[in-house]
């Protein structure tokens, strides 16, 4: 399997010139409203915030399901939902911005990541029309599970509302061989072990792991409070990576120069590899009639890579996540978080109609097709609660 470039060398080859010209991408909206024109939501519209891995699926699950209610019914009891970015859409920095969750909300530092998504879900600030209260923000996104920290599923905790299948995998460069240096350093396919060794800083070398001797490793995983980051370190058994690794690339995205380099190794939602590699244009690029609405190819220099020698993704074409690949234990479920409720199903009432089991995102025959074009695979457990 590698590379998965060669389905479409001309798109990669584009992208790592693209990573050059990432200033020329034209501004997009934030949170965009159905058709991607910018929105500030009203007060009693329903927001979301949080995980970087699934906000392009979100923007899409969200404009379908706003396109249901008609202009004329848009009212309290029928709101619209709209998600934030977990970062300023166009960009792969890292550095703090701030957004208004809600018109007549304060300013708060955008969420970026599965952990400040539930962190602001906590602390959202609660504002008062007539005798109703409305929180600024309603749920978070995350690409992680319940982890021994969470609030707990009772009243005053939360509740982790099942969404859709993704896997994640190592990815290390697969462009800009020359006759003396190849694309990566890296054998084609690592252990649970050799990862661990890797993230551990106790194998600093390719040679130690079955690649080219005497080269360094330079590993790098995602920005800290990532669920991606978290639900790695936790697979492989690890609760702080090594020393030599570095914390400070934004997720799921290949094209900062630092991965232009045969020595590095970062992590991956494959979910997103697939959206952006195989239905995404690339940056600066308006999206085709065929492509996704959101988001853009940011692959970069980075293609994905086996896990004791199973391929993250099926051989099709246009591949999928391979289900296969459960054997590595790489597989995860992305949920959204909400405040736990004591009656029925114990999501809020208001999110009833889009996060339950017969919610707008897991029974609508379109939202469906959005979760696969968007790279994951729907999830036979959408809607239940943990």
Known sequence: MHKLRTLT??????AAIAVVASAAVPALADPPASGGKQIVPKIYDIVSVGANTDENLFNALSGS???????????????YVYTWNATKPGSTSTAKTTIVPKAGCKTITRPNGSSAG????????????GKTAYSCINFARTS???SSTSPSPKPGGVGYVALAEDAVTYATRDKGA???????????????????????????TWGQVGGTKNQPIKAYLPQPGSGTLSFWLKTLGITAPGSCVSEAPEENQGQSSFFNSPN?????????????????????????????????????????DKIDGISPVTTAKVPAINKAFSATHFTRTIYDIVRWVAAGDHIPATLNPILSRTGYFCHNTKAVTLIKDYGFLPALTCGSVS
Do not use: M
């Open 9 to 14: 060398a001309g798109i990669a080859a584009a």
């Open 65 to 79: 399901y706003d396109a249901t209610i008609p202009a004329k019914k848009h009212n309290p009891a029928h709101p």
């Open 118 to 129: 539930l962190t602001a879900l906590e602390e959202t600030q609660v504002v008062t029309v």
């Open 144 to 146: 992680s599970g319940r």
């Open 178 to 204: 020359t006759k003396t240096v190849p694309d990566t350093y890296a054998p084609k396919s690592l252990t649970l072990a050799q990862l661990k060794a890797i993230f551990l800083c106790t194998d600093t």
């Open 264 to 304: 590095a190794i970062f992590i991956y939602s494959v979910a997103d590899w697939i959206a952006q590699q195989y239905h995404s244009p690339l940056p600066g690029h308006k999206p085709t009639k065929s492509q996704n609405q959101f988001g853009t190819n940011q692959t970069g220099y980075l293609g994905l």
